[in-house]
């Protein structure tokens, strides 16, 4: 029996560098755009207890086994993961997935809103689609083939279904603290050549160009983001390269690693790239803060006052048109 994991498509090339946009083409839109400053033990059925959120720093956090995911739950972090959802996608040349099999039946893991999973199921009519999260946000009307779970996917996976691809995506934040395990339990529940393919990136700005300032405020916030998420006992998070890694530990053959780059701007002169750019900068312009409070207040001292002021700079530099970073997959 053979698993592959992300193999590379005859169809898909690693994007190379990004052609930059001449700013002179930037119409009102962008101007008005920039200047803004703003089942069984693994899997159970929804209950009320899983509905009684922790409230902290104004925002909402998830009950099934509450304090694990750092990150909110709420009406604004919903928008904001359907925010990268389309960043990704479409920096990835608008695919749902690369491993070069017709699915029939497919996991989702950590579904969030439940897009991915709504548009597979869409796509694939004939396929069983399963969504799993540790939070109840996914919509009530959904595709008759598709069924979200709540379930933990650090735990013990207890499925009696097999699968032909399982997925994740940009769950190397802090989502999933222990990948050995994931790619261990995905491994025995893959149908023979079953695929697992996993979206990830790295949350270290590059660019092509050198336009990085050396005193850039959003680099200091990713350092310190990142340093707030080691704390938690995390290691190797935000490292595709790591994730590649240990699917090759778990006994996957044929890793590859697909290379493509998620612009943070409407800088690039493509225009899928550019829409991109555009839901890459909007993630953080009006969800940084969500992705920050509970990281810096409680794991870093900080005040919450101390990280507006921070936030209000790193908005201020994405706002520039000079700078053209990405974040790397």
């Not at 540790?134 to 009696?160: C, G």
């Not at 994931?182 to 050198?210: H, I, M």
């Not at 080691?230 to 490292?239: A, E």
């Not at 994730?243 to 800088?267: C, D, H, S, Y």
Request: aromatic letters at 12%; charged letters at 25%.
């Amino acid at each position: 029996m053979t698993n592959d994991v992300e193999v590379q498509a005859d169809d898909v090339e690693d994007i190379g560098e990004i052609e930059v946009r001449d700013t002179s083409s930037f119409g009102e839109g962008d101007s008005a755009y920039y200047d803004s400053d703003d089942g069984a033990s693994s899997t159970q059925s929804v209950t009320s207890s899983i509905y009684q959120y922790e409230v902290a720093h104004g925002r909402t956090y998830h009950a099934y086994h509450a304090g694990k995911y750092i990150f909110p739950n709420d009406a604004d972090e919903q928008e904001r993961t359907d925010i990268m959802y389309h960043a990704v996608r479409l920096s990835m040349g608008n695919r749902l997935f690369f491993a070069p099999v017709e699915p029939t039946c497919v996991l989702d893991i950590g579904t969030g809103t439940g897009l991915w999973a709504i548009e597979m199921a869409d796509a694939y009519p004939a396929a069983e689609v399963y969504g799993t999260d540790l939070s109840p946000i996914q919509p009530s009307y959904v595709p008759p083939n598709l069924t979200f779970e709540i379930a933990d996917a650090d735990e013990d996976w207890t499925w009696r279904t097999m699968f032909d691809l399982v997925h994740t995506r940009i769950m190397n934040d802090m989502t999933l603290r222990n990948w050995p395990h994931f790619f261990d339990e995905a491994l025995k529940v893959l149908k023979p050549g079953g695929w697992v393919e996993c979206q990830e990136f790295s949350y270290t700005r590059r660019t092509d160009d050198n336009t990085l300032p050396e005193d850039s405020v959003l680099t200091k916030w990713e350092e310190l983001w990142t340093e707030g998420i080691s704390k938690t006992g995390i290691g190797g998070h935000c490292n595709p390269d790591l994730v590649v890694q240990q699917m090759r530990n778990a006994g996957f053959e044929n890793v590859t690693r697909l290379n493509f780059k998620l612009p943070i701007g409407p800088w690039p002169k493509d225009p899928m790239l550019r829409e991109a750019g555009e839901f890459g900068r909007a993630n953080l312009v009006y969800g940084a803060y969500g992705l920050s409070v509970k990281l810096f207040t409680e794991l870093l001292g900080w005040s919450v006052e101390e990280l507006e002021v921070l936030l209000a700079h790193c908005r201020k530099e994405l706002n520039r048109k000079d700078i053209h970073g990405y974040w790397p997959m």
